[in-house]
């Protein structure tokens, strides 16, 4: 048995840039960070022929191309599997639809299974740029690039997404006191809801393959907020991050009516009024999970919970796509 495991994450500035539609014009920079929450897959053969796929449904099918979920189906192909008699099965820490990058680490995983089965060693960029040729290039989702690079390599990383398709990733070069600081003072709160990105998504790509002013400078903006944030990340300079975390919020949320709600905006006012320095809401918007940088963490837990929300208490996670048993 094969078992491989990927990190979610969540987004420190410049999320949007990673599409293709702006990054091939203009270039994208964003930082993002894997946290110790994951997606797991595990392969193995069966003594009986036939394809049995665990996920959120049951499958058992004859032939990889029978097989309905795409993302498995896809990732077969392009691993080049020859078996006929594999049993494949999938888990998460976290709920899909949440704003913390399971897609791109479910593929991100299996992938890194399917390559142990067939004893390839594969670099987290080849990884990556698989990944993002599953999900963009043969099944077109209007998505970005940062979940599958960041599940692939882990840490806390800065890519730059260049116009050739290039990807370039660094680690962001913190102090090993910001860190701690900064783990200890982040926020993840559940709002409860769960969504598909890809309208959200779709209406950026639209738009900026259009060219339209207002989303460009929106990307613009967002961008430079990215590297300002690592400015201030590498500076020790944490209430500027948090400062910069709001503002890149209320501009993202200029994007698309979609990308908010009532009760994501009243719970964001209501963590700023109760000890939170700045928060986003996690990933394209319309639900998941917000975080807040707080230094007053018992004001803000206790004034969410009121509110509702569930926190997920989590850590960095330094390892990328990685493989626990074979």
């Known amino acids: 048995m094969i078992i491989t495991r990927s990190p979610l994450r969540i987004s420190f500035g410049g999320g ?12 994208g920079f964003l930082i993002a960070a894997a946290i110790d929450k994951y997606v797991y897959i595990t392969v193995h053969r069966r003594f009986v ?3 049995l796929l665990k996920y959120s449904h049951l499958e058992e099918v004859a032939a990889i191309d029978e097989i309905k979920h795409p993302i498995i189906r896809e990732a077969l192909k392009l691993a080049g599997i020859k078996e006929r008699n594999l049993e494949i099965a999938s888990m998460a820490d976290i709920p899909a639809g949440t704003g913390l990058g399971s897609s791109g ?9 399917l390559h142990a089965l067939r004893k ?3 670099h ?5 740029e698989q990944a993002c040729c599953i999900e963009i290039e043969k099944l077109r989702e209007p998505i970005g690039k940062q979940d599958q690079y960041i599940s692939a390599y882990g840490g806390i990383t800065c890519f730059e997404f260049l116009p050739d398709d290039r990807v370039k990733a660094s680690p962001l070069n913190l102090s090993e006191q910001t860190l701690l600081e900064l783990e200890d003072n982040l926020l993840l709160f559940f709002t409860g809801y769960a969504r598909s990105a890809s309208k959200i998504l779709q209406e950026q790509h639209d738009k900026s393959t259009r060219s339209e002013e207002a989303m460009l400078e929106n990307l613009h903006f967002v961008k430079e907020l990215g590297r300002r944030s690592q400015r201030a990340l590498e500076g020790n300079n944490l209430r ?10 209320r501009r993202k949320k200029e994007r698309s009516p979609i990308m908010s709600n009532d009760f994501i905006n009243d719970a964001y ?6 000890g939170a320095l700045g ?3 996690i990933g394209a918007g319309g639900g998941g999970f917000l975080m807040f940088y707080a230094e007053d963490k018992v004001r803000l837990r206790d004034a969410m919970r009121e509110r509702g929300l569930t926190e997920v208490r989590f850590r960095f996670e330094p390892e990328g796509t990685k493989i626990l048993i074979q």
């Open 16 to 27: 949007g840039t990673d599409l293709r539609s702006y990054y091939r014009k203009y270039g």
């Open 279 to 281: 928060g986003k809401l």
């Open 120 to 122: 390839n060693l594969v």
């Open 49 to 51: 022929d036939g394809f």
């Open 269 to 274: 006012d209501i963590a700023m009024a109760n």
């Open 105 to 113: 680490s479910f593929t991100t995983a299996l992938l890194k299974a």
């Open 240 to 249: 500027e991050f948090a400062r910069l975390m709001d503002v890149h919020w």
């Open 124 to 128: 987290p960029s080849e990884l990556a």
